[in-house]
């Protein structure tokens, strides 16, 4: 799934760099993004090994206006978060 780092300015490289290392996967740069694609396991892995990040997002889709979104659509939340796991919508 396409994932995206936000971390803080001048880290961008530093960020990739761990991507790279923990989970042998190349990543996009961007001004304080950093874009790949992860495996659910894979993305476990690095919320527990990243040091350089502030926040992980994972793209559940595109649109070109929030009322387009139905959340409805991603019944299976349980799979991606436990109990423990806080996100925001």
Request: glycine residues 2%; without cysteine.
């Amino acid at each position: 799934m396409k994932t995206f780092l936000i971390v803080n300015q001048g880290l961008e490289q530093v960020s990739a760099q761990e991507v790279k290392e923990i989970i042998n996967v190349k990543a996009k740069v961007f001004p304080e993004i950093v874009e790949f694609e992860a495996e659910k396991e894979e993305l476990l892995l690095l919320t527990y090994r990243l040091q350089s990040v502030r926040r992980i997002l994972i793209a559940v889709g595109k649109f070109k206006e929030i009322k387009e979104l139905e959340l409805s659509d991603f019944k299976n939340w349980s799979n991606f978060f436990t109990s423990e796991t806080a996100f925001k919508v």
